[in-house]
């Protein structure tokens, strides 16, 4: 795509974007901002005097089977948070929030004990970047000035933001995503609300230090160019950060039309658009993203190119809900992602929001590929006031070989993975704690061109973890 297109394309976007829940993903908004204008603060002391604290403890345990003589992990983290806001004076907030976590007991995550590989995701209860690091591990999550009225808020500083679909908090771990940079929202009208921000650095889930946009990007695995070319895009595009604009309108209370654009400087842009529809027992929903790479990746050697800057990606995906009853849910989703080129999303920023992203199992990464979903909700009794939820959830990816590494960036084949989810809310003397449940399994038949080596972690295993929480 020439230059011309790309910037018609960007502009279009643009103007666009400013004129379902997943277990063990922000199970407890612990951070949920609201709007809380205090009558009596008339001096700076009524200021800090009037604010709240807030936070949690959560106790984390996972644990992972792999396939035949690959290597099983285990790990148990302990920690929490403590959060402070003040009170709103004249519009104008200030919070602040920190949090740590200690490894009480685990295997060896590091892979640094010869018959041990590392863990890829128990790893992620503490810090990927330093995995024998078992005490200090804590970060400065939210440290903040804000201004907020009933129509409009703005933020600076480092925060949470937890907004669909590609800003998410996604909690499922010890340590969450958090972002630093600057973020705002208008309220129009109870049906319109817009969304700008720029982020210019992020704090990744299970890491403990916070990294400017351009140092984060690349962390983690760059996936292949090759069978014998790594991907190293890390800090080769230098970029300066995210732009977001973002608009949600509710035309009635069961439509919902929301579109996003995020154009991550001199890497890529892309466009969100989603409709939703709930009308009595049925729901139906459709999303469509289209990504473009920024023409400064043409500048880049093929090894350092985030995004091929010679095609667009397409996905589109379709969601349908029928509520049984008060108890029971069932959901259908099908997603397509078109041959053009791969959907990407730095996996140091989040994880997709598709109707059809699972925990542990995303999108990112492919292409020419399709995801399928049927889940099942039920509530066992309406005495326990939808305390008790179970959630069953079959998927299955269908992917390109694994040797089709422009389709294929993480050599992933083709998974049917099972979800089952117990989440359970304490009420009266326990109120605040909750016990949540996953259990996965992931089934590969693998293909002739996959050993066993390859397996880890992408096939073949049963995962499970258990979460207890209390907040205050």
């Known amino acids: ?26 199970l407890t908004p612990i951070q949920a901002d609201t709007i809380r204008i205090e009558n009596g603060v008339h001096t700076f002391k009524d200021f800090f005097a009037k604010g709240k604290f807030r936070g949690h403890l959560r106790n984390y345990f996972m644990s992972t089977i792999n396939d035949g003589a690959l290597t099983d992990h285990y790990a148990n983290a302990i920690g929490g948070s403590i959060a402070y806001k003040t009170a709103n004076w ?47 591990l804590t970060r400065l999550d939210e440290l903040y000035l804000g201004y907020q009225s009933q129509k409009f808020m703005i933020k600076a500083g480092r925060m949470n933001i937890d907004e669909d679909p590609l ?22 009208s109870q049906k319109v609300r817009f969304y700008n921000g720029f982020i210019n650095g992020v704090a990744p889930r299970g890491m403990t230090r916070w990294y400017s946009m351009n140092d984060a990007i690349g962390l983690t695995n760059n996936g292949m160019l090759n069978d014998s070319t790594k991907m190293d895009y890390r800090e080769a595009a230098n970029t300066k ?26 890497m890529h842009n892309t466009l969100w658009t989603q409709v ?20 400064y990746q043409r500048k880049l050697a093929s090894s350092q190119q985030y995004f091929d800057p010679g095609h667009l990606s397409h996905s589109l995906v379709f969601q349908f809900k029928y509520n049984f009853n008060k108890k029971t849910q069932i959901r259908v989703a099908q997603l397509f992602i078109t041959n053009d080129d791969r959907f990407v999303f730095p996996r140091e920023l989040t994880r997709e929001n598709f109707y059809t992203s699972i925990p542990r199992s995303w999108m990112d990464g492919l292409g020419n590929s399709s995801a399928s979903l049927a889940g099942l909700q039920y509530y066992p009794s309406n005495k326990l006031k939808k305390d008790l939820r179970f959630d069953l959830i079959a998927q299955y990816i269908n992917s390109p070989d694994i040797d089709d590494l422009r389709m294929n960036k993480y050599a992933s084949p083709d998974y049917l993975q099972l979800n089952l989810g117990v989440d359970y809310n304490f009420h009266g003397a326990l109120d605040g704690l909750s ?24 096939v073949n295993f049963h995962h499970i973890n258990l979460i207890v929480e209390f907040l205050f």
């Not at 529809?277 to 469509?288: N, S, T």
Request: glycine share 6%; aromatic share 16%.
């Open 1 to 26: 795509m020439n230059l011309k297109r790309f910037v018609v394309f960007v502009a279009i976007s643009l103007f666009s974007g400013v004129t379902h829940a997943q277990y063990c993903d922000s």
């Open 90 to 136: 004249n519009g104008f907030e200030f919070g602040i929030n920190a949090i740590t976590t200690f490894n009480a007991f685990s295997s060896d995550l590091s892979g640094s004990d010869p018959n041990h590989q590392a863990a890829k995701w128990e790893m992620e209860l503490f810090d990927v970047q330093d995995p024998t690091n078992k005490y200090n």
């Open 167 to 188: 800003l998410k908090r996604r909690d499922g771990r010890m340590m969450a995503f958090m972002y630093q940079g600057v973020w705002s929202k208008i309220n129009l």
């Open 241 to 266: 950060g995210l732009l977001v604009d973002g608009f949600k309108i509710n035309p009635t209370t069961s439509l919902k039309i929301q579109v996003w654009n995020y154009y991550l400087l001199h």
């Open 276 to 295: 939703d529809f709930d009308k009595d027992k049925f729901g139906f929903g459709v999303q469509y993203v289209m990504q473009a790479a920024d023409p």
């Open 435 to 458: 016990i949540n449940l996953l259990y996965i399994y992931r089934y590969c038949d693998l293909p002739s061109n996959m050993d066993l080596a390859k397996e880890y972690y992408k």
